[in-house]
Every structure is written in C-alpha cells, then in structure tokens.
C-alpha cells in the first residue's frame, strides 16, 4: 500500500504512462511553411515578421521597441526559477506560416492542418456547445469562424492581425494598454514578435449564450508561439472565452510566450477560462491581465496540466468602482514539471473586491508554486481581498512553495489569506481500498475530491475531460 | 465455509501485539469479541482487513478457504471481507454517493458500467432502513459527520457491498441509544447464512441489540476464554478482573 | 535596587583566541566581499534597504550610561551594557549557570564556545552585516545554563551618544535537560540621540530543554535597530522566543529558527507597534531539518497613524523531514487610514505527511465589537483601545511565563498610552 518513493520510482514506463494523457496531442505533421523567419531573433526577424503580416507602420515600430525592452530586460531569476536560463533564445524559430488567410469553413483547411483539430476534437466540439472557433497552428490562424448572427449583432472574433489592421479604431486605443510592453521580458518579448491570437470585441449590452473558444497548436520543433489576444467587452455585455493548448512532444524545449488583455467596460462580466495541457518541454510564460470598470467582473479560471515549466500569474486591475476580480486556479505539476501560478490582485478603486482560490498538485518529483500580489494603495475604502491557496502532496519527493504578498494601506479594509498544505493521508487510502477501490483510483478519487469545488468552475465539457486528465495523471504515478 | 485464523501473531512497530491467536467464525454465525483496552481487538481488525502498520509474523488467516495474507487491501475487499471502522476517514471532496458507487463499479467486470438508476433506488432504500437524510448522498464520505452519521455510514457501505465476513470495529462507540438501535437494525437486517460477523466491542450493550452466537474473551492478544451469550452478561457483571487471575491461576 | 557598577571600565580592545580571531578575519574578508542589499534583493521586497548600508558607519564600544534603566523582573540575574560594554551586574548567578561578558566566557570556555557556535547569520537578506558584525563587534554577552534554572536572566543594552553604531551580541546556550528565561531589553539612553543598534543573538538549545527568550526593543523613535537572531534546537526541546517592537524609527529583525531534532517544537512570537514614523520590518524563516518537529508562528501588528509592517515568513520543511507540523499566522490590526501593511507568508514543503498552513489578515477593530463595549457603557475610544490591547496581549499570553507577560503588557500598555 501507500505512496512510499520506492513504490513510484519513475522508470521509463511509469515516465511515458504519466504522460499519457498528452498522447492525444502528441503527433506532427511534416512542416509545410511558407514563411519562417529563420532561427534567432534580431531586428531583421522583426521586420521580416512585419512585411510578411503587412503591418501597419506603427506596429512595426511597436515590434521595434518592444526588442529593445526585451533585449535589456533582465530575466527574472532573482525570484524566479533559474531553469529560465535554459531558454536559448538564438535557437528558437519565432515566426512559421503557410501564408493563407484563416478558413471560414473546416473544409477548406489544409488536410494535415484539419486532422491536426479533429484528431483534438476542435470541430465537433464547435459544432456542439461554442459559439465560435479560432484555431491556431503555429504562428497563424488556420480556422477563425463565428456562429451566423453574432457578426449581426457586432461582435468581433478575428486574430491579431486583422483585429488590427481592420479594426484599428476599437482595437488600437487598448493594445497595449493593460499589460505595457515592459511589464516583464516576455510581455516584451510577445511585443515584438507577436501572431495570431485573437481579437474579440463584444458591443454593448450583448450577451453570449455559448462561449466562444481558441485553440493553439504548437506542430514545429525549436519554434516559439508568441500569440496576442486583446478582449473588449463594452458596458452590460458578456463573454465567456476559453482557450485550449496542445502540443506533441520534441527532442528540444519548446517555448509558449502568450500575452492576453481584457478590458471590461462598466458592469461588463468576462469569464476567461483556459485548459493548458502542454508536452512536458513546453515552456509556458504567460502574462495575462484585466482591468474591470465600474462594477465590471473579470474571471481567469485555470487550469495548468503538464509544461516542463509554466509561469502565469493572471490579474485584475480593479480600476471603477465595486469592480470585481477573481482567479480560480487548478495546477498539477507532475515529474519534471514545475507549476508557477498565481494571481496579481491590484485594487484601484473603492468598493473592490478580489477573491483567489487556487489549488495545486505535485506528484511525484513534481513542483508547484503559488505566487500572489494584493495590492490595496492609500485612501481607498472599503476594499476586500480573500485568499486561498491550498496543496496536495502525492509523495514524499514533491515540492510545493507558497509565496503570496499583500500589502494594504488604510483600514478601511479586509483581507484574509490563508494557505495549507496537505497530502492524502494513509488512513484515508487504507479506507477506501478497504471498500474494494484500487490504490490508483482512490488516488485520483482522493484528488479529483481535493478540487472538486473548483472544477465545478468549469464548464461542463470542461469539468469531465478535467476530471479524465486527472485520472490519467494519476494512474501512472502509483507502482 | 469460513473465516478462520489460525495461531496469528502481529507486531506494530516491533511490538508483539497478537500472540497466537485462533478463532473460526463460520457463515451464517454471529461472534463477539469483548475485551479490556489493549487487548488487541482492534489489531485484529486492522491485521485482517490489511493495514500497512501492521505486520504478520506467524500464523494464517483463510477466508473460504483463500489466504487472506496474499490478497491486497482492495483485493480482501472485493473477495467479501468488510469491515466497519472504529473511526471511519474522511475523504474531502468526494460524496457518499460516488464513493459507494465507486466501490460498487470496482466490482464489477471491465468494460461493464454499473445501473445508475438501479443503484440509486438501492441505496435509498437501505438509507432508509439506517433513517437516513436523502441529502446525506451529496455530502462528502465521513467529512464533518457526527460520530452517529459515521457509524451508520459504515452500516450503508457494508449493506450496499454485501460482503461475505463483517468485521465490526467498537461500532457501538460514541453512539446514543437510538442510534444504536438503528444501527443494530441495519446489521441484523443483513444477518444469513450466507454471511459471517465478528463484532468487536468493549460493552456487553451492543449485543442486547445485535445477538451473538458465541462470545470471545481476548487478552493480551489471544483469546483466553469462549462461550455463549451468557458470558457478556457475566463480564458485564464482573468485568475483566476474574479474567486475569483466571489467566494467572 | 541598588545597581553596583562595574569597578573598571574594560579594555577597548579585547584579546580573543586565536581560533575566534580567524573567525574574526575570515568575517572581515568575507564582508569586504558582499554587496549592500539593493532594490533587487528579494530578501528586501517593501523594505527600506538602504538603512542596513551601514558603510559610513561610526561604531562605538563603551559610552556613557547616565544612570541604569529600572529593572524589568523582580529577582532577576541583572546584566547591564552600555554601548556593549558591561557597566552593571546584580544578583548572583547559580551554580550550573555561566553567564558574563561574551569574551570572558571566550576565554574561560573556549573549547566549548568553539564546538557550539553556530555559522555566520545573514541568510536572510543581511549577510554583510552578520560579517561586519563578528568583524567588528569586540564583546557581548554569553550565558550557558546547565540546570533548571528558576531566576530569570535580564540584559540591557543601553545604546548612548549621537550618530553612533554599537554591536552587541548575545550567546544563549541551553545544555540538555535544562530550563531556563532570559529577557533582553534594547533602551536608548536619552529621547534625542540617534544610534543604530545591529544587534546578534545566537539560540543553542540542546536535548530536552525549555527555554524563553524575549526581546524588547524600547529604543528612542530617532534610533534604527536591526537583529538577527538565530534559534537551533536539539531533541525534544520547546523553545519559545519572541519579541515586542515598540521604539525606534526603523527595526529590521531576521529569525532563522532550525528544528533539527525530533519531537522539538519551535514557538515564535512578535507584537509590534509601530506609530507615525516607525518601521518595522521582520523576515522570518522556520527551517524544519527532521521528522517529527513542531514550529508556530504568530505575528500580531497594530498599526497607528502613519506605522508600516512588512512581514515576510516562510516555513520551509526538508527534504526527508516528514510528520512536520509548521504553522504561521501573520495578523495586522489597522488604527488608522494612513498605515500600511505588507505581508508576505511563504511555504516550502519538500516533505510528505506533512501538516503546515500560514493565514496572514489585515483588517480593523470591528463596528460590532466596539458596539458591544460601548453597550456596556465603555466609551468607543476606549473600546477600541481595550480590543487593540486583548489582540496583542494574547500573543503575550503565549509565553506561559508569569513574569515576562507582566513585563510585556507594561510595554504595550506604555505604547499604547503614548499613541493614544
């Protein structure tokens, strides 16, 4: 019985069924691109980027600038993991692409482009429950379409580009704006070499039934997908947006450097939930934000499976009045993986409140981290942060860290924070296997338990593969 | 057909806990164990159902016939052994009902999915013989019940796995007299001669409400003493003091 | 009392033995080597870094005592420095005890001192100052107790003249089965001069001990005050330290607290009080290096009108050091609209069977609260007041010691007198 190291000790076979789960994206396709920017970064790279997408003039100089800040930026290993510095940024390729418009119908996709989706279950599932699709594959869009009616109604869902190029007057005053360039080196380094992503505005008062959906596939070795997602939602509209990625498993690490910003217009609620399961060299580092007007809600709901290492620390400016912010988050960091999650919480405004929750997972050699910002400055009232952030240990050589700060200023205010860690306990195992359930399924019991408040979060399409994945984990990290 | 432990000796942590101990508790028969504290009663349990604490170092233990010390935890389980927890484990997050139906699917062949509906109507049903609340099923296993509600929880879960030997662990501890009677009524409701029971308990009060065929006296991790219904009443009477000299003399 | 001063001032320079004087000369390199903390020090995050560079700094031994603080403890051994430099004793130490100045003890215990004395400090963001510190520090004070020892110890550092720096240190040793209370009080000789204090205390808790140790810093609101104070606890030992942070203008405090033997608990407390002008910065680390080892935290700030707390904690537990039950708990009381609090709680658990939670809250005196003494007829200023005090007193209460929590609520009392 029990989860004694000896017990899962990780050989090659418990290794490739752990990562099992991942085998449902794990497959390439030989690289057809028309346009690659070669390998390395530098301001040749940016402009062939530039003349290749058409960009306007002021992006081009956007990108420009934006490889200065990155190119002087520091990484940020005086607090964070110094496996950052195991990212050989002259190695990767930042710009792959056949060169087509994205398709409006599945049938017009490239066949290999299209199995890659149907292999992942992207078309029917638009057919069943989305409003809406992008599909990424590499640096661009392959498949962007939208439910009939919605274009009537105003809503735009295009990528970054066009959201741009076409749309200029509604996208070009926010771009930017929630996460400036210098934010971080990867807020920077998206900057200058950002593609496809998406662009989505909703007018106002308008309100999606059904949510609409993006997925990014990573399909080329050594390449860096450096997507752009900009959402307006303007004043009483609603959205709720998810996102989905996959890649298969290459011989070199992989980097995913992603930038997202949400603008919520008074009394305007966005609900952004993302399913990140990346092969295991995946390096993930994501800045996503929100700033919410006069009693606007953002929600990030996350959940991080798999990536050799993914730093995403999702936030909300809380800029009006009564606005509101909350991150909901499921990590699970399995051998070799390091989960560094959690929520930057910036109050700006009276009345605000903000409320995390996050969860975490370390099986095996696995690490997770939480890291956390409340941020409440002078002559503000009445402002409320609540804070939780609980870990499951599965075996004695996991790891997990906590790391939150809060600062508060007047006392006009209430926040609370509290963090626990705990692992399965032997009597609670014992018990089940006791009433005939197997080590492995009352492990995954066990777990999918711990968070269960949380996957409820999700919808429920969501929740059930969730819960699946979660089973797969478990499986292979018992002997 | 039978539970039978022969000579079993069982350390924790290097402590000789059991000490030669032998009993035979045929189907269809109910057996009580009594016993002063640290007798080894509950080591019994814990050493039959497969606890890792608990180490055997001499003896055997066959159910029907099929040794015991071969099978895993969950394995016992599914063979038909229960038993009921003195102090039952929480299991944040999970509800009563997938539990059970977790534990029911696990015995079920691969590849066949159990009767949703069919399940459903099953446990309401022996909910109610326990007075059980139909919200109690979406409530997380054992997590914040009173000692009442995990003592008839244990009783649901031996109803619903039907299993062939019960092992009932000091079941009447912290329990009201209503409850008591509910919980007999549970345990006595599942009494055949298809299904064997060891009762383990401190007081000659539970078996006024669950009636034993035979009652075992154990100290000092063997059984020093066996008889019929009566000697309940006479350890109730004269507690386990006469025992030791007994044993002494 | 009668205090008896020391006959003879001691010697300015102080002969070391050889062996601590390499220990000397290595911390002198080993402090032109390090940096100043800088912006970029994560062990610095919200606080005022440029206090600790202490570059220019004017650092005194000995100085003019101008009269001895009254006593804090009935009966207790009386210790009293002056700029680091002991200038009164009273009472007389039992035997089993050895307690003087650190480089008597050096001298006389040597052997002993060598075998117990724990590495360099600094781990937490001071590093430099740890090394300036044994470089340049030329006495302290040492107390080995080897009984159950029922009379508590008292230090004071009387910290006198202008723009100074002094150094003092302390060296605690607890030999096995022993028991013992030591209070050590940092008092500034007049309200005007402005001294910094860099102060190091070394905890040896061997096998099946007990001991309290209390810190109050009661410095004049002009002085800066920085300690690092290092805990190691053997088997079977309770250790409860602590302290209460009502001077100053600026206190930086590191605890490293290591529990490396098993079924050893670790308590560590603090109330801090910091008023318009005050700053009071504390990092805390709870280093478990064996199963079965307890350690508990609880911080209680009360902030008044301009006060700011920054509170950085982190229990780490090894690799290995399973069944460890850690806890922190960070609590800011807010007075005013104008204070700030800054809190950062941080877990590292790379063990299993662990049970280890931090909660940290900020939050003010509630209406209800209030409404209810003032239903009772209290004034709400008042109220407010009785509610701010019963937050701090009951960290106080959890030092199970009779005298030291008297002493303890009188300085609150007297902070809260003065802020109110």
């Known amino acids: ?137 590499d640096s661009e869009a392959a498949y962007s379409n939208m439910k009939e009616g919605l274009e009537k109604e105003g809503v735009i869902f295009v990528n970054s580009k066009e959201g741009l190029n076409e749309h200029e007057e509604i996208f070009r005053p926010w771009f930017g704006k929630v996460i400036p360039t210098g934010d971080n080196k990867f807020s920077a380094l998206n900057s200058a070499v950002f593609s496809g992503g998406s662009f989505i505005y909703v007018p106002k008062g308008v309100k999606l039934k059904q949510p609409l959906q993006a997925y990014f596939r990573i399909n080329s070795e050594n390449f860096g997908q450096f997507e752009r997602t900009l959402i307006i939602v303007d004043e009483d509209a609603e959205l709720t947006y998810m996102e989905g990625c996959t890649a298969p498993k290459f011989e070199t690490a992989t980097l995913h450097s992603a930038v997202v910003e949400i603008v919520a217009l008074k009394n305007a609620k966005v609900q952004y939930i993302t399913v990140q399961n990346w092969s295991s060299n995946v390096f993930n580092l994501v800045t996503k934000r929100g700033m919410a007007h006069e009693g606007a809600e953002i929600r ?149 338990g711990f968070i269960n408040d949380l996957v409820r979060e999700f919808p429920m399409e969501y929740s059930v593969e969730l819960k699946r994945l979660i089973e797969l984990e478990m499986e292979g990290s018992v002997g | 057909m039978s539970l039978l432990i022969e000579n079993l000796h069982a350390n924790v942590d290097g402590t000789e806990i059991l000490k030669g101990l032998s009993l035979e508790i045929p189907k269809g028969e109910v057996h009580a164990i009594m016993g002063p504290n640290g007798s080894g009663k509950s080591t019994l349990s814990k050493v039959l159902a497969g606890h890792d604490d608990y180490e055997v170092t001499a003896g055997s233990a066959t159910m029907d016939g099929e040794n015991l010390f071969d099978l895993e935890v969950d394995e016992r389980s599914r063979a038909g052994l229960f038993l009921a927890f003195q102090y039952p484990a929480e299991v944040p997050g999970v509800s009563n009902a997938n539990f059970l139906r977790a534990a029911r699917q696990a015995r079920l062949p691969k590849g066949e999915e159990i009767d949703a509906v069919k399940f459903y109507h099953e446990m309401y049903e022996k909910m109610d013989v326990l007075e059980m609340d139909r919200k109690f099923t979406a409530r997380a296993v054992n997590e914040g019940f009173s000692g009442g509600e995990k003592k008839r929880n244990e009783i649901l879960q031996m109803m619903m796995l039907a299993p062939k030997y019960c092992l009932l662990d000091e079941t009447d501890s912290g329990l009201d007299i209503d409850a008591l009677k509910v919980v007999a009524k549970g345990v006595n409701a599942m009494r055949s001669p298809d299904r064997g029971f060891l009762v383990i308990t401190h007081y000659q009060r539970l078996l006024d409400y669950i009636e034993p065929d035979y009652v075992h006296v154990m100290s000092d991790g063997k059984i020093v003493k066996s008889g019929d219904k009566s000697l309940a009443l006479e350890l109730e009477e004269n507690g386990y003091d006469f025992l030791k000299e007994e044993v002494a003399a | 009392m009668s205090a008896v001063l020391a006959e003879e001032k001691a010697q300015v320079s102080v002969n070391f033995p050889d062996w601590y004087e390499k220990l000397r000369s290595e911390a002198e390199a080993k402090y032109a080597e390090l940096a100043w903390p800088t912006r970029k020090d994560e062990n610095w995050r919200f606080g005022s870094y440029k206090n600790a560079n202490l570059a220019e700094a004017n650092i005194v031994h000995g100085g003019e005592a101008n009269g001895l603080p009254e006593p804090a403890l009935e009966n207790a051994i009386r210790f009293v420095f002056c700029n680091n430099e002991l200038v009164a004793t009273e009472g007389t130490i039992p035997e089993g005890v050895v307690a003087g100045p650190f480089a008597d003890i050096l001298r006389d215990h040597g ?310």
């Not at chain 1, 490739?16 to 390998?39: L, M």
């Not at chain 1, 699970?332 to 700006?348: F, W, Y």
């Not at chain 1, 860290?401 to 306990?425: K, L």
Request: aromatic share 8%.
């Open chain 1, 300 to 448: 990030w709901i996350d959940c991080n499976i798999g990536s050799r290492l993914t730093m995403k620390y999702p936030g909300v400016v809380m800029k009006g009045e009564g606005a509101r912010g909350e991150v909901i988050s499921i990590a699970l960091a399995n051998d070799g993986q390091h989960q560094d999650t959690g929520a930057k919480m910036i109050h700006a405004a009276n009345n605000t409140t903000s409320n995390v929750v996050s969860k975490s997972i370390s099986v095996g050699e696995g690490r997770s981290t939480y890291r956390g910002q409340v941020h409440i400055p002078k002559h503000l009232k009445g402002c409320k942060n609540n804070t939780e952030c609980d870990a499951l240990l599965i075996n004695s050589k996991s790891r997990t860290d906590t790391y939150p700060a809060i600062t508060v200023r007047g006392n006009d205010h209430v926040t609370q924070h509290e963090a626990s860690v705990s692992q399965v306990s032997e009597e609670m195992l014992f018990y089940m296997q006791q009433r005939g359930i197997g080590e492995a399924e009352a492990m995954s019991l066990a777990v999918n």
């Open chain 3, 111 to 420: 052997d002993c001192i060598e075998s117990l004395l724990p590495p360099l400090q600094g781990r937490l963001g001071s590093p430099k100052l740890a090394a300036l510190h044994r470089a340049k520090s030329q006495g302290g004070f040492a107390i080995n107790i080897g009984i159950d020892c029922q009379q508590p110890i008292e230090i004071v550092h009387l910290a006198s003249g202008n723009e100074v720096t002094t150094l003092p240190y302390i060296l605690i040793v607890g030999m096995p089965g022993s028991k013992g209370i030591v209070l050590e009080r940092f008092v500034s000789a007049n309200e005007t001069d402005v001294a910094t204090v860099v102060s190091v205390s070394d905890l040896v808790a061997m096998d099946d001990c007990e001991l309290r140790y209390l810190v109050s810093q009661e410095l004049n609101e002009k002085s800066h005050f920085i300690r690092l104070a290092d805990s190691k606890l053997g088997k079977n030992t309770r250790t409860k330290t602590g302290s209460i942070h009502t001077g100053s203008a600026w206190a930086r405090e590191e605890t490293y607290s290591t529990v490396d033997g098993a079924e050893s608990n670790s308590e560590i407390l603090s109330v801090a009080i910091p008023d318009t002008g005050q700053e009071y910065d504390q990092r805390t680390f709870q280093h478990h290096g064996a199963p079965h080892t307890g350690s508990d935290l609880l911080f209680k700030n009360t902030l008044f009108g301009k006060g700011k707390t920054v509170f950085s904690g982190l229990i780490f537990v090894d690799e290995g050091a399973h069944y460890t039950d850690a806890y922190q708990t960070c609590r800011n009381l807010f007075m005013s609209d104008e204070a700030e609090a800054n809190s950062m709680p941080g877990l590292e658990i790379n063990a299993d069977q662990v049970k280890c939670s931090h909660g940290s809250t900020s939050s003010r005196v509630s209406d209800e609260e209030i409404y209810y003494l003032c239903s009772r007829g209290i004034d709400p200023r008042s109220a407010r007041r009785m509610i701010a005090q019963g937050f701090s007193a009951d960290v106080v209460e959890k030092f199970e010691d009779e005298a030291l929590e008297a002493f303890a609520l009188t300085r609150i009392d007297a902070k809260f007198a003065k802020v109110d």
């Open chain 1, 1 to 137: 019985m029990s989860y004694d190291a000896e017990v899962i000790e990780t050989d090659a076979d418990t290794a490739e069924a752990i990562d099992i789960d991942r085998s449902k994206g794990d497959f390439t396709f030989p690289e057809n691109h028309k346009f690659d920017a070669g390998v390395g970064l530098n301001k040749g790279t940016i402009d062939y980027i530039c003349d290749v997408k058409k960009d306007a003039d002021w992006i081009r100089e956007f990108r420009h600038r934006a490889l200065e800040v990155f190119e002087s930026k520091p990484m940020p290993t005086n607090w964070a993991t110094h496996d950052l510095d195991n990212i050989d940024f002259d190695k990767i390729r930042y710009y792959l692409s056949d060169g087509q418009a994205p398709k409006r119908s599945w049938d017009d996709v490239p066949p290999e482009v299209l199995e890659t989706f149907e292999r992942l279950g992207v078309p029917q599932s638009e057919r069943a429950f989305l409003a809406g699709v992008e599909a990424q594959y």
